[in-house]
């Protein structure tokens, strides 16, 4: 399931050009988390501890990434509406490409022969042969932390499931903690949110 999910994933990410910067909080935000995970990476095989390695890779690709990060994103990066400008959908197309780029080349220990085929595809190189990766450095992201948005998340997708409505049903009004004010648009599109509000979680559908 998790080659499946790996192989989808990077169907979706390659779909997309490249873009070529990036600005915008949530892209900084799952930035920040794969800079992390590439310390982590890098800490555990230097004491051949694969185990974890992997373990914290996969979380990564199923619910950080996917779940969470790519549902938030689809619409920036697709942008077939215009509400996003050429500069923000840009920062998610470079973002997803940094994501996955640096994913298959810290998963290709574990799984070696479908990063190949996939990096290979992408790049027209081989994986194995590319340097570990290295954390871009950019400034630590203090916004909201990943439990934080997918808390958010869960509680919105949650009381669509419980008044018997599609994830894609409008949401009349949410109000939600101000520290998610950076990321609004990307929410209001997800979440199809019609009026936004900041202060005690409240989601009227």
């Known amino acids: ?20 910067h990036v600005n915008q909080p949530l892209d900084f935000w799952i930035i920040n988390e794969m800079d992390s995970l590439i310390e982590f990476s890098r ?10 390695t992997a373990a914290q890779l996969k979380h990564f690709l199923w619910e950080t990434f996917a779940s969470h990060y790519l549902e938030l994103v689809k619409n920036r990066a ?3 509406h215009g509400l996003f400008s050429k500069s923000e959908q840009s920062s998610a197309l470079f973002t997803l490409h940094y994501c996955l780029d640096n994913l298959l080349k810290l998963l290709a220990p574990i799984v070696p022969f479908i990063t190949h085929r996939i990096y290979n595809d992408l790049h027209g ?3 194995h042969a590319q340097r570990f990766p290295i954390a871009s450095g950019s400034e630590n992201f203090k916004d909201f932390s990943k439990e934080d948005l997918m808390q958010l998340n869960s ?8 008044a018997g409505k599609s994830l894609k049903a409008d949401v009349t ?4 903690p ?7 648009k990307d929410l209001a ?16 559908l």
């Open 125 to 127: 190189k081989d994986v």
């Open 43 to 52: 800490e555990r095989n230097e004491h051949y501890d694969f185990h974890n």
């Open 173 to 176: 009004e949410a109000t939600i």
């Open 78 to 80: 697709y942008n077939e």
């Open 178 to 184: 101000d520290k998610f004010k950076c990321i609004e």
């Open 1 to 20: 399931k998790t080659l499946s999910k790996l192989w989808n994933v990077s169907r979706f990410v390659s779909s997309f050009d490249r873009g070529d």
């Open 155 to 162: 509680a919105i997708w949650k009381a669509k499931k419980d």
């Open 189 to 204: 599109a997800t979440h199809s949110i019609k009026k936004l509000r900041y202060g005690e979680m409240k989601i009227t």
